[in-house]
């Protein structure tokens, strides 16, 4: 079952890469106008590979691939 949404706030991934796509790519300000991540907070380390990866649909990830995925970003 892929992950593709912040199911607490019912908000799609591919909803947070368009407003992501128009310029607003802070997560703080996309939790601010939609929700999302403000629930469970499940979705947060998602929603930066998203944000990292323009991928809205992602498979389940271990957090070590989360990592793997953010952190040559969090180093530049
Ligand atoms: S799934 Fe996004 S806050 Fe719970």
Request: net charge positive.
């Amino acid at each position: 079952m892929p992950v593709n949404r912040c199911i607490c706030a019912n908000v799609t991934f591919t909803e947070l890469k368009k407003l992501a796509d128009a310029g607003i790519r802070d997560l703080d300000e996309l939790s601010r106008r939609t929700g999302c991540g403000t629930g469970c907070g499940m979705c947060i380390p998602y929603i930066r590979v998203m944000l990292a990866t323009g991928q809205a649909d992602l498979p389940v990830l271990t957090s070590k691939q989360i990592n793997q995925i953010l952190a040559p970003l969090s180093s530049s």
